[in-house]
């Protein structure tokens, strides 16, 4: 028996696109980049180098990002539970 291997009839690609794994991980790094200004923002002001309204504002922007992630997070975990209550 002789036995040859399948070649695709379309060219491989040559970028590969970016996984689900990185796009996430990119995501929570942005997420804790804003938490992290908001800490500076905020370290600064309670030395005096900052102001008020800087560290509020960060502050702002860190709780509207983790809010919206909590969301995300949420609703993926409502949708993967409706998945697996599903009868097949």
Same mark, same amino acid.
């Given at each position: 028996?002789?036995?040859?291997?399948?070649?695709?009839?379309?060219?491989?690609?040559?970028?590969?696109?970016?996984?689900?794994?990185? %796009?996430f991980?990119?995501?929570?790094?942005?997420?804790? +980049? +804003?938490?992290?200004?908001?800490?500076?923002?905020?370290?600064?002001? %309670?030395?005096? %180098?900052?102001?008020?309204?800087?560290?509020?504002?960060?502050r702002?922007?860190?709780?509207?990002?983790?809010?919206?992630?909590?969301?995300a %997070?949420?609703?993926?975990?409502?949708?993967?539970?409706?998945?697996?209550?599903?009868?097949?």
């Amino acid at each position: 028996m002789r036995v040859e291997l399948l070649s695709p009839d379309a060219a491989p690609l040559s970028s590969h696109p970016q996984s689900d794994q990185s %796009a996430f991980e990119k995501a929570l790094d942005a997420i804790g +980049v +804003v938490l992290d200004g908001a800490t500076r923002a905020e370290d600064a002001f %309670a030395q005096g %180098a900052g102001s008020l309204q800087d560290a509020v504002y960060e502050r702002a922007r860190a709780d509207v990002a983790l809010s919206v992630a909590t969301a995300a %997070a949420q609703r993926s975990a409502q949708a993967l539970q409706s998945i697996l209550n599903m009868q097949l």
